[in-house]
């Protein structure tokens, strides 16, 4: 089915669902107030591979994302492989960080140039990818070069349901400053797909590998991790390890998930309060302009999350 969406149909759709609990108002830009700050968090799967494998046209609806994202003070997206500068180019103020790249391993070395003669007869077609994840803040909340991006260096194969070796997942931080001066580490990442033991195994390792990397970070900062999880809790094995994850890193469940009844719950917007930093959840479900009717810009779920951002009294300017 192809999701062709016109600036005049979303903007009817804003105003008619702006109504209804789950929408974003847009009064949601970072304002300082005697309560803090409050950010508006997107986290997006956008479905951003080459036309053949996405079954549409992705170049159709990516500008129509990036603009409706724009709204948001930060945007993380999984899958943006083909078109991260489409959605870039939609969202002025802001500060685009993308995920780590191809890499040097050779055997993606060897795909790269196995593929390279393919790619001249089909448009968007550039495996294998990295990681495919970036994030947007706005202008005045980045922090100069505050960013770390790492591979998971695991995945199953190459071939048929065992693919997602062609894209070098992993994570990406992004750490942002309040006019306040509270900092928050935001992580984004894609973990691996698929419902078989080995997948959930991977997926399980990778977890473990993300973890140390927020362990890692300074406790004064608040964190707030989102992406494409693959993990499901009523599937053996994932629900242990996303429990025992979120146990290990005190992380809890924004509330944001997906309200119609034909997603998947597979993403998630986690979060918790750092020494010298809190976070309240405000508001979180999912954004309804990326749906119009039976149509929707992507195969999965937008899902937002509205934090207001205060200091802990104990820990007045001690970030670090």
């Known amino acids: 089915m192809k999701l062709a969406f016109t600036r005049f149909a979303v903007c009817a759709t804003l105003i008619a669902t702006s109504l209804g609990a789950g929408a974003v108002e847009p009064e949601t830009s970072a304002e300082l107030s005697e309560t803090g700050t409050e950010i508006t968090v997107l986290c997006y799967n956008v479905h951003g591979l080459f036309p053949l494998a996405a079954k549409d ?36 103020g802001t500060v685009g960080i993308r995920g780590n790249g191809m890499g040097w391993d050779p055997r993606r070395v060897l795909a790269k140039l196995l593929v390279s003669p393919v790619s001249i007869f089909l448009p968007h077609f550039s495996p294998p990818y990295g990681a495919g994840i970036s994030t947007f803040v706005r202008e005045a909340l980045a922090i100069g070069d505050d960013v770390d991006r790492e591979a998971y260096g695991i995945c199953r194969g190459w071939f048929g349901s065992d693919g997602d070796c062609w894209a070098r997942k992993g994570y990406q931080r992004v750490g942002i400053r309040t006019p306040e001066g509270l900092e928050i580490d935001l992580f984004n990442t894609h973990l691996e797909a698929g419902g078989n033991e080995r997948a959930v195994e991977i997926r399980g390792r990778q977890l473990d590998i993300l973890a140390a990397a927020i362990e890692a970070r300074p406790k004064t900062r608040a964190v707030i991790l989102a992406g494409d999880f693959n993990s499901a809790f009523n599937r053996p094995g994932d629900r242990e390890k996303i429990i025992a994850f979120r146990r290990r890193l005190a992380l809890r469940d924004s509330g944001a998930g997906p309200e119609l009844p034909y997603w998947r719950e597979r993403d998630y917007i986690l979060y918790r309060d750092g020494a010298a930093t809190k976070l309240h959840v405000e508001q979180a479900g999912e954004a309804p302009e990326f749906v119009e009717r039976d149509r929707a810009l992507s195969d999965h779920p937008a899902l937002f999350a509205r934090f207001r951002i205060t200091p802990r009294t104990s820990s007045l300017g001690a970030q670090r």
């Open 57 to 92: 046209d992705p170049r159709d609806r990516m500008p129509t994302i990036g603009w409706l994202a724009s709204r948001y003070e930060v945007a993380m997206f999984q899958e943006d492989f083909e078109y991260h500068d489409v959605i870039r180019s939609q969202m002025p």
